[in-house]
């Protein structure tokens, strides 16, 4: 139990810092930076697949058109997920990642009952609302659409249910939807190259070598979060996952210099609310004790 949470708490808090990561690199396109991370992701996971002796593991999991069909949805989704991230994060809209990471939850419950025909109570139901009431206070309020939360509370909930299909290892899951996107990331950064417009070169050297520790950053909260998965039951790791949006938060306000209006405190006091019914009546709902399956639930951020 010991080493479970603090798997979790080192997965979510990694997650959370992100957005000081990326910071490191906001003077190039989101593009290119999303390029680096796929490039050196799937450098990254191949070294470790080799240490670990699982090519064959790899090659043999995918199996059929459905299997192969739902890794390439799988990465998609992944890579539009982080190219959002990325660019939310270098164009100061920390905040609005954190509002999407709190939905994301609500978002992956409502496509498991319109795709998977999953039930919830009248309190899941009453939580749900009760999020939706937040996004569209703070639309009317602002006169401008969430898209970025939304946008990345969306694509991560899709790519949850392709999950679903792929039931795969994560870091084998991982190397194989890097694997999909890497020749276009690379084609990518070899036309920069070629026409002069790349600007990982002009970075400095030590922001050089924590672009290369992007696969690093992307790779060991995965592992870290399949550890915890495996030790903890459903209800800790549930309640775990919210410090990562709230790290988020925290960091576009006090250190980003975000601004934290009164709008902002209702939306979000209206996302929070639903988040607090809907994680007690899931509690209620399901076992203590039933471990959440890392193939199932893992959770990969930006």
């Known amino acids: 139990m010991k080493q479970g949470i603090l798997y979790a708490f080192a997965a979510y808090f990694a997650w959370g810092m992100l957005p000081l990561y990326w910071k490191l690199f906001q003077s190039m396109g989101a593009w290119e930076i999303l390029a680096h991370r796929i490039v050196w992701s799937i450098l990254f996971v191949a070294i470790i697949i080799q240490v670990t002796k699982r090519w064959r593991a790899m090659w043999g999991s995918v199996s059929g ?31 609005q990642t954190s509002l999407g990471y709190y939905m994301n939850p609500l978002f992956t419950v409502l496509l498991g009952v319109i795709f998977l025909r999953e039930k919830m109570n009248l309190a899941q139901w009453a939580a749900l609302i009760l999020a939706a009431c937040g996004v569209l206070f703070i639309t009317v309020q602002y006169g401008e659409f969430p898209w970025i939360a939304l946008s990345l509370a969306l694509t991560f909930a899709f790519y949850g249910l392709a999950k679903k299909v792929v039931k795969m290892e994560a870091m084998i899951g991982l190397a194989w939807e890097t694997l999909f996107v890497a020749p276009i990331a690379l084609g990518y950064l070899i036309l ?86 809907f994680t ?16 199932v639930a893992i959770k990969k951020q930006a």
């Open 65 to 95: 058109g459905k299997m192969v069909a739902a890794l390439a949805t799988c990465s998609l989704l992944i890579s539009a997920n982080w190219l959002i991230y990325i660019w939310a994060v270098n164009n100061n809209q920390v905040m």
């Open 192 to 277: 920069l190259q070629a026409n002069g417009t790349e600007t990982a070169t002009a970075l400095a050297w030590w922001q050089m070598l924590l672009l290369a520790l992007a696969g690093v950053a992307t790779a060991m909260p995965l592992y870290w979060f399949a550890q915890a998965a495996k030790r903890l039951p459903l209800s800790i790791v549930g309640f775990i996952q919210y410090v990562s949006p709230t790290i988020t938060l925290l960091t576009a306000v006090f250190l980003f210099g975000e601004p934290f209006t009164t709008t902002h405190l209702i939306s979000f006091s209206c996302i929070w609310s639903a988040l607090v019914i």
């Open 280 to 295: 007690v009546s899931s509690m209620r709902k399901k076992p203590a004790t039933a471990p959440l399956k890392p193939e």
